[in-house]
C-alpha cells in the first residue's frame, strides 16, 4: 500500500516546497493553527457554519485516523513557517461501503494554484487501494470552487438536498492514465502503478 500511515513525500508546485503526508496524531497543532489562517467564508464553505476553533474532540476526530474506512492527506510548507495549509479526507460511508464522501481544505493564501486538484487526484489512488469506487461531496450552493474542482476530475451526478448540493462521482469512469501521469508530474518517485492502482 502506498497511501501508509507513514507515507510523506516533498513536492513542489508552482515554485513553492510542501510535503505531502498522511494525517497522524501529531498533526493536531498544525489542524487547530491552519483554522485561523482560513477566512470566514472558506470556512462557511468547509465546515457549513461559523466555526473559532476545534474542540478536543474534533481534533481527535481529524487525527486519529484508522487509516481504512477514514483516510487523510496533509500538505504542510516545505520551508519557513512549516504550516499545514492543506487537507482533504475521506470517510467511508456505513450504509455504501464502496463510498467515501470527501472534504477539502485549503488555506486561503494557497487556494486557486492546483492543491486541491493535486490532492484529489492522489486520494483517488488511496482510495482504490481501499476498494472505494466513488466519492460523494456534499457542499453550500455558492461554493462554486469545489463545484469547478470535482467536474474538473470528471461528470459527476448532481443532487440536490434542501440547503445543500451533492455531487457523487464514479471513479470507474475517470481516466485513470492522465490522473497517474498529473501525479507523477508533481510526485515522480511515486509508483502509481503499485497495489493495482
Same mark, same amino acid.
Given at each position: 500500500?502506498?497511501?501508509?500511515?507513514?507515507?510523506?513525500?516533498?513536492?513542489? *508546485?508552482?515554485?513553492?516546497?510542501?510535503?505531502?503526508?498522511?494525517?497522524?496524531?501529531?498533526?493536531?497543532?498544525?489542524?487547530?493553527?491552519? *483554522?485561523?489562517?482560513?477566512?470566514?467564508?472558506?470556512?462557511?464553505?468547509?465546515?457549513?457554519?461559523?466555526?473559532?476553533?476545534?474542540?478536543?474532540?474534533?481534533?481527535?476526530?481529524?487525527?486519529?485516523?484508522?487509516?481504512?474506512?477514514?483516510?487523510?492527506?496533509?500538505?504542510?510548507?516545505?520551508?519557513?513557517?512549516?504550516?499545514?495549509?492543506?487537507?482533504?479526507?475521506?470517510?467511508?460511508?456505513?450504509?455504501?461501503?464502496?463510498?467515501?464522501?470527501?472534504?477539502?481544505?485549503?488555506?486561503?493564501?494557497?487556494?486557486?494554484?492546483? *492543491?486541491?486538484?493535486?490532492?484529489?487526484?492522489?486520494?483517488?489512488?488511496?482510495?482504490?487501494?481501499?476498494?472505494?469506487?466513488?466519492?460523494?461531496?456534499?457542499?453550500?450552493?455558492?461554493?462554486?470552487?469545489?463545484?469547478?474542482?470535482?467536474?474538473?476530475?470528471?461528470?459527476?451526478?448532481?443532487?440536490?438536498?434542501?440547503?445543500?448540493?451533492?455531487?457523487? *462521482?464514479?471513479?470507474?469512469?475517470?481516466?485513470?492514465?492522465?490522473?497517474?501521469?498529473?501525479?507523477?508530474?508533481?510526485?515522480?518517485?511515486?509508483?502509481?502503478?503499485?497495489?493495482?492502482?
Amino acid at each position: 500500500m502506498i497511501f501508509a500511515p507513514e507515507f510523506r513525500l516533498p513536492f513542489r *508546485l508552482r515554485g513553492n516546497k510542501f510535503f505531502v503526508a498522511s494525517l497522524t496524531p501529531a498533526d493536531r497543532a498544525h489542524i487547530q493553527a491552519g *483554522l485561523k489562517l482560513m477566512s470566514q467564508e472558506s470556512i462557511r464553505n468547509r465546515f457549513m457554519g461559523s466555526k473559532k476553533e476545534f474542540t478536543e474532540k474534533e481534533l481527535d476526530y481529524f487525527t486519529s485516523l484508522d487509516g481504512w474506512n477514514h483516510y487523510a492527506l496533509g500538505v504542510e510548507e516545505g520551508g519557513g513557517h512549516h504550516r499545514g495549509v492543506a487537507v482533504i479526507r475521506m470517510v467511508r460511508s456505513e450504509a455504501r461501503p464502496t463510498e467515501a464522501e470527501i472534504a477539502i481544505t485549503v488555506i486561503d493564501e494557497y487556494q486557486k494554484m492546483g *492543491l486541491g486538484s493535486f490532492l484529489l487526484d492522489l486520494l483517488v489512488l488511496a482510495a482504490l487501494e481501499r476498494n472505494i469506487e466513488q466519492f460523494s461531496f456534499t457542499f453550500l450552493p455558492q461554493n462554486e470552487g469545489i463545484a469547478r474542482l470535482i467536474q474538473k476530475l470528471g461528470s459527476p451526478e448532481l443532487i440536490r438536498e434542501h440547503d445543500t448540493v451533492r455531487m457523487v *462521482l464514479l471513479l470507474r469512469k475517470l481516466n485513470m492514465n492522465k490522473l497517474r501521469s498529473r501525479v507523477r508530474l508533481v510526485l515522480p518517485e511515486i509508483d502509481t502503478g503499485h497495489s493495482g492502482i
